[in-house]
């Protein structure tokens, strides 16, 4: 079985920064060879923000691009990938979601998710 768990969400104030995570665990996680963030902000439908391979290839929505970073580790027992989040605005504010999934020639996410992580931007 495949377990998500995010973490590093919380409150932070406009232009400031937080760090999200996520670790992949369960015997078959190395079928999949990618990661991504999504997010759903109030009212909207779920949304990818930033995806990566694990050959290090990356994809950003144009909402996060210039301001996010997405990485990813990986060991013999689990993939961890991270979210760097700069320059933070109000409309970022959502609940984020961690998923695994192939890339080919684009991030395609599998149906396996993480509880999600409240990132809540105010003043």
């Known amino acids: 079985q495949v377990q998500l768990v995010e973490s590093g969400g919380g409150l932070v104030q406009p232009g400031g920064s937080l760090s999200l995570s996520c670790v992949a665990s369960g015997w078959d996680i190395f079928r999949f060879n990618a990661m991504g963030w999504y997010r759903q902000c109030p009212g909207k439908e779920r949304e990818l923000v930033a995806a990566i391979s694990t050959g290090g290839t990356t994809n950003y929505a144009d909402s996060g691009k210039g301001r996010f970073t997405i990485s990813i580790s990986r060991d013999s027992a689990k993939n961890t990938v991270y979210l760097q989040m700069n320059s933070l605005k109000p409309e970022d504010t959502a609940v984020y979601y961690c998923?695994?999934?192939?890339?080919?020639?684009?991030?395609?996410?599998?149906?396996?998710w993480g509880k999600g992580t409240l990132v809540t931007v105010s003043s």
């Open positions: 998923n695994l999934g192939r890339w080919s020639t684009y991030y395609e996410g599998m149906n396996y």
